[in-house]
Antibody, heavy 113, light 112 residues
Framework: EVQLVESGGGLVQPGGSLRLSCAAS????????MHWVRQVPGKGLVWVSR????????NYADSVKGRFTVSRDNAKNTVYLQMNSLRVEDTAVYFC??????WGQGTLVTVSS | DVLMTQSPLSLPVTLGQPASISCRSS???????????LNWFLQRPGQSPRRLIY???NRDSGVPDRFSGSGSGTDFTLKISRVEAEDVGVYYC?????????FGQGTKLEIK
């Protein structure tokens, strides 16, 4: 069974940083693209970033380019999202996905002073 | 970015009756590999989204056959043949053909 467990969310001040982690199990991790999608509570879904199985191909949404960095450690079956220069508008639940077929439970990031 | 437009945004349905959601994209979703990467998701209250349909018309494992997807190019539809209580939630279409992948605004299905 595919399992994705996000962690690392919390309250941070504008301009601050957080690193999200997503621990994966139940599948061959290095064969799959991994993605981050966010959702402002009560609102819609927005794709944030993706990374290929070997980490050689990475894409970001324009809204986070230059501030967020996605990476993965295939030995630990974990994907990360390093978020710097956080803004109030980055407040959202962040979901980790395997392709589009499996989602984690999400972790809430709140950017507020 | 590819704009995904769903309608209706609110869908009150009587139990046992059919339901239909439309999704239109601002560009063709046919990929260079010939596939059309159009997915449908259901997000139940308090839960993560769950994929129901991939590549327009393929049901994911465990998805009841009352759900069906159709369409091509820029025009797609999700149909529920007979709505059940567990179908309540927000339905999203999503394109995975072009980066950034994009979602529709969501359609909230409720029981009348």
């Amino acid at each position: 069974e595919v399992q994705l467990v996000e962690s690392g969310g919390g309250l941070v001040q504008p301009g601050g940083s957080l690193r999200l982690s997503c621990a994966a199990s139940g599948f061959t991790f290095n064969l799959h693209w991994m993605h981050w999608v966010r959702q402002v509570p009560g609102k819609g879904l927005v794709w944030v970033s993706r990374i290929s199985g070997d980490g050689s191909s990475i894409n970001y949404a324009d809204s986070v380019k230059g501030r967020f960095t996605v990476s993965r450690d295939n030995a630990k079956n974990t994907v990360y999202l390093q978020m710097n220069s956080l803004r109030v508008e980055d407040t959202a639940v962040y979901f980790c996905l395997r392709n589009a077929d499996s989602w984690g439970q999400g972790t809430l990031v709140t950017v507020s002073s | 970015d590819v704009l995904m437009t769903q309608s209706p945004l609110s869908l009150p349905v009587t139990l046992g009756q059919p339901a239909s959601i439309s999704c239109r994209s601002s560009q063709s979703l046919v990929s260079s590999d010939g596939n059309t990467y159009l997915n449908w998701f259901l997000q139940r209250p308090g839960q993560s989204p769950r994929r129901l349909i991939y590549r327009v018309s393929n049901r994911d494992s465990g998805v009841p056959d009352r759900f069906s997807g159709s369409g091509s190019g820029t025009d797609f539809t999700l149909k529920i043949s007979r709505v059940e209580a567990e179908d309540v939630g927000v339905y999203y279409c999503m394109q995975g053909t072009r980066w950034p992948h994009t979602f529709g605004q969501g359609t909230k299905l409720e029981i009348k």
